[in-house]
């Protein structure tokens, strides 16, 4: 794809983040998903109005892309977006199996919005016994039989 056409897409996502911010609809971020040229997944930051700490606009968009062609997969596709992605939204990227996320404005300057991703990376990057968030295991030899149902289940679609 040309990079003007790239432009006109990452313009795209600019201007949908700022009617997000003018319609008070949450963050300052917008995300698009485009196959072949067109878009087919488009989203804004709505955490605060639905109440939901995923709905970051690169979830919305993938979750939107994913209804359109009727997949959970989103090989093929790029994910436009106005920020580099937050760990969450990045582990999005990958699972939907996009080829390629593109993004304006990095994570440094989303801390100095106030959004500090960083703070999770650091986070990750510590072992488990480390981290703010406590990781607690239990009853593992019970939960091994899920999986052993999974592995079990001849009509399992793999992701």
Do not use: S
């Amino acid at each position: 794809m040309p990079t003007r056409a790239k432009k006109a897409l990452m313009q795209a996502a600019i201007d949908l983040a700022l009617e997000g911010v003018r319609a008070n609809q949450g963050g300052p971020f917008g995300a698009l998903v485009v196959k072949d040229g067109a878009v087919i997944g488009r989203g804004t930051n709505r955490v605060t109005t639905a109440l939901d700490p995923t709905a970051h606009a690169e979830v919305v968009a993938i979750r939107e892309a994913c209804l359109a062609l009727k997949t959970f997969t989103l090989a093929g596709c790029e994910l436009y977006t106005t920020c580099e992605p937050c760990p969450m939204c990045l582990a999005a990227a990958y699972w939907a199996r996009v080829d390629r996320v593109v993004y304006a404005c990095d994570r440094a300057d989303a801390a100095r919005a106030g959004f500090d991703d960083d703070v999770f990376y650091r986070e990750f990057e510590k072992p488990p016994a480390e981290r703010k968030l406590a990781l607690v295991q239990l009853a593992r030899t019970e939960g091994l039989a899920v999986f052993q149902a999974w592995l079990d289940k001849p009509d399992r679609v793999p992701y």
